[in-house]
């Protein structure tokens, strides 16, 4: 009898999924179907809102670009460079924090006041310590990723069940082999959102510090675009850098999913 209710409840349960498809399809046609309508009503300047036709054979032209791909490949490279680096200093800071009450005390509410600050606000000083070049960007993005993983970090220190640590003491571990056998493995999930945090708000920084400085780069296309009034090629390249930050943050998210299957 317990089987047979069993069995009858399972469509149920799985048309939740279906029905969360069904509204984020909703969602996006609604956007969609408003914009289109925005554009062919003139209410706005020409051109500011051009029709989806336009803004898809733009991206269509746009992803035929040799020079664009040279472009964003310079655009990986500082996000990439920037994540390596403020994430790798996070993740000190993050187990240094949570691994000492006292440390955590001290300093760690600073990092929760310089979390929010726009990042922006140090690019005159990045420009001063790196110059204009690809140094100022790659420093932009690994101050902005910093703060999101220190933190995430530091608060999954604080979840890591103490019987695993005073098993890692028993056995007289040393400090290197505490993080890489007990630690990282523990904060898995922490260090992955961490890292996803990180990921958005160093694209955003680097994308910010290419606009207002640069030659190259996605950020440089993007306000070049906009300077020279090109809405359909600024939305064509708005949208990729959207897709492209969604495909790369589900990666992280799959691999991290991964990496968890392989620890059970």
């Keep these: 009898m317990a089987q047979a209710e069993q069995l009858g409840a399972a469509p149920a349960g799985l048309a939740l999924p279906g029905r969360v498809t069904v509204l984020r399809v909703v969602i996006i046609a609604a956007v969609l179907a408003t914009w289109e309508a925005v554009a062919a009503s003139g209410l706005l300047f020409r051109d500011v809102v051009p029709s989806l036709t336009v803004i898809g054979r733009a991206v269509a032209s746009l992803l035929v670009e040799e020079n664009f791909y040279w472009h964003l490949g310079v ?74 993983i220190a933190l995430s970090v530091a608060a999954g220190m604080r979840q890591i069940d103490d019987v695993l640590i005073r098993v890692g003491k028993s056995f007289r571990a040393r400090t290197w082999q505490m993080v890489a056998k007990i630690y990282l493995p523990a904060m898995r999930a922490p260090i992955v959102n961490g890292v996803r945090l ?27 675009s906009y300077s020279t009034f090109n809405m359909p090629r600024m939305y064509s390249l708005l949208i990729v850098v959207f ?15 991964l990496e968890a299957v392989k620890g059970r």
């Design 75 to 148: 655009t990986a490279g500082e996000v990439g460079t920037g994540l390596l680096i403020g994430g790798l200093a996070g993740l000190t800071v993050g187990i240094v924090l949570g691994g000492s009450r006292f440390l955590s005390r001290a300093f760690e509410s600073y990092l929760y006041y310089l979390g929010p600050t726009p990042k922006i606000i140090f690019f005159p000083v990045m420009i001063m310590w790196f110059g204009v070049g690809p140094g100022s960007k790659v420093a932009m993005g690994a101050i902005s990723c910093f703060f999101p």
């Design 198 to 224: 990180g990921l958005g708000v160093a694209i955003i920084g680097t994308l910010l510090a290419e606009t207002k400085l640069s030659n190259r780069g996605v950020g440089f296309l993007i306000i070049n």
């Design 243 to 257: 897709v492209l930050a969604i495909g790369v943050n589900a990666l992280v998210s799959r691999l991290g999913n």
